[in-house]
């Protein structure tokens, strides 16, 4: 357990519904990360945040997808309207940063779209 | 990013040392070597990090050739528990925060 934790860890949904995920990182940490991590592949960046300033989003992040973390500490990734080629597992991590730069993964939210 | 190659996959026998290559001929001077394994159905996990010197630490050992254009983490004692997907990634010391993981090496231990 790195003290990163997610909610739900598993969900499945129809094409065409919304689902949030939730992302709780280590308490002192000020980055947190979204990764998405389809099967045989690496994880994917998504985004990042600085306390509560998303600072970076990868163009893997379609108008569909949105994240917040509005007061620097949990974070929310919304995915609306789903489709089946968005099913993969979302990863979230969390590091103190920026010297020290580990970053510590969450055990992951599994998405099946059917 | 730079680039890193590395096998797809490697067999050891447990309790015997463990050797996983990468190659990472377009390196940049800036760019720290990092190590992490993904155990089957968890999150990634930090294993080290480095820049020129050797490193070591309780899970492992980081040797970077003279040249930086290749890497190898040393597992000096493989368990059943070491069985996951290593990944090298290049990261800048500042500027880009991402981890840009490529498929890795799947390391299977063998009773």
């Known amino acids: 357990d790195t003290g990163v934790s997610q909610n739900p860890r598993h969900k499945i949904t129809k094409r065409g519904q919304n689902v949030t995920f939730r992302c709780d990182p280590i308490s002192e940490h000020n980055r947190l990360y979204w990764y998405r991590q389809t099967l045989g592949q690496g994880p994917e960046f998504l985004t990042y945040?600085?306390?509560?300033?998303?600072?970076?989003k990868s163009r893997l992040l379609s108008d569909r997808f949105s994240a917040e973390r509005p007061k620097g500490s949990f974070s929310t990734l919304e995915i609306q309207r789903t489709e089946q080629g968005d099913s993969a597992m979302y990863l979230c991590a969390s590091s103190f940063g920026p010297l020290v730069d580990t970053q510590y993964f969450g055990p992951g939210t599994r998405l099946t779209v059917l | 990013d730079a680039k890193t190659t590395q096998p797809n996959s490697m067999e050891s026998n447990e309790e015997e040392p463990v050797h996983l290559p990468c190659n990472h001929s377009t390196i940049s001077g800036t760019d720290y070597i990092h190590w992490y394994r993904q155990l089957p159905s968890q999150g990634p996990e930090y294993v080290i990090h480095?820049?020129?010197s050797n490193v070591n630490n309780r899970m492992a050992s980081l040797a970077i050739a003279e040249d930086r254009k290749s890497s190898t983490l040393i597992l000096h004692r493989a368990t059943l528990r070491d069985a996951a997907v290593y990944y090298c990634i290049l990261k800048p010391n500042f500027g880009n925060e991402k981890l840009t993981f490529g498929t890795g090496t799947r390391l299977t231990i063998i009773p």
């Open positions: 480095g820049l020129t």
């Open positions: 945040f600085q306390n509560e300033a998303q600072l970076e």
